[in-house]
């Protein structure tokens, strides 16, 4: 126990559990997004996913059950992932009390870098506001449980919502594309041989993720996706 302490109030050990739980958030939005498409392919298949998701490991468990902890599996890797994040940071704080006169145009400071820390905030508070919206229901004045096709298209009706939705989720890949870099670098492939692939990897992860999350949204707006 007194080793893996030890190991946590390290930097490096930081990093390697912001590392670990980075690569499961990563899974976790490239699974969701690839869900999320399924509403291309009209109501019924969007609402059979949305069942799916809460019968998951019938009759084993009960109605919702394997869901629910998937999300506090998820909850407790956030816990992992933010609380060395914010450690990090004030220690980075306060190595250097006093900012540079000049900012290095470094490859390790970059826009994505140096927002990291308000990437993560923007994340936190996008989640609440999109579980409440979609998944709940308590900000969406329509939402009908089990309807999730529906909840899905009049909930993007508003236009200020989608448009929302896709600034938010540019800082979001912003924060996904530094993310794999960083994990990348921190999980050992700092090396010449693999180092030219890093950047482009997180470049088309990061892209990827944004045109599939933005790809509902902007077909709501554009009249693809429609009501039932």
């Known amino acids: 126990?007194?080793?893996?302490?030890?190991?946590y109030r390290s930097t490096v050990g930081k990093k390697v559990l912001m590392a670990a739980?980075?690569?499961?958030f990563t899974g976790f939005v490239l699974g969701h997004m690839y869900g999320n498409l399924k509403a291309?392919?009209?109501?019924?298949?969007f609402d059979h996913y949305a069942e799916f998701l809460r019968e998951m490991g019938s009759p084993l468990f009960m109605h919702g059950q394997l869901l629910w902890l998937f999300r506090i599996a998820l909850l407790l890797a956030v816990l992992v992932h933010v609380v060395p994040g914010i450690q990090l940071w004030m220690l980075s704080r306060s190595a250097r009390p006093v900012k540079y006169a000049?900012?290095?145009d470094?490859?390790?400071?970059?826009?994505a870098a140096r927002t990291m820390i308000w990437g993560g905030v923007l994340i936190a508070a996008f989640v609440v506001l999109h579980v409440l919206h979609l998944t709940t229901g308590h900000l969406h004045p329509d939402f009908e449980p089990g309807r999730a096709y529906n909840n899905l298209v009049l909930g993007f009706q508003w236009p200020p919502i989608?448009?929302?939705y896709i600034v938010v989720m540019?800082?979001?890949?912003l924060h996904l594309y530094h993310g794999v870099w960083s994990f990348l670098q921190t999980l050992g492939l700092n090396h010449p041989r693999f180092n030219k692939?890093?950047?482009p990897l997180a470049v088309f992860v990061a892209g990827v993720v944004f045109v599939g999350f933005i790809s509902v949204p902007v077909g709501v707006l554009a009249g693809w996706l429609t009501l039932n």
Request: charged share 20%; proline share 6%; hydrophobic share 40%.
């Open 197 to 199: 692939y890093r950047r």
């Open 102 to 104: 000049r900012k290095l």
């Open 40 to 45: 291309f392919f009209g109501p019924e298949t």
């Open 162 to 164: 989608p448009i929302g």
């Open 1 to 7: 126990m007194r080793r893996v302490l030890n190991i």
């Open 106 to 111: 470094t490859l390790e400071t970059t826009v």
């Open 21 to 24: 739980s980075g690569i499961v």
């Open 170 to 173: 540019a800082a979001i890949c």
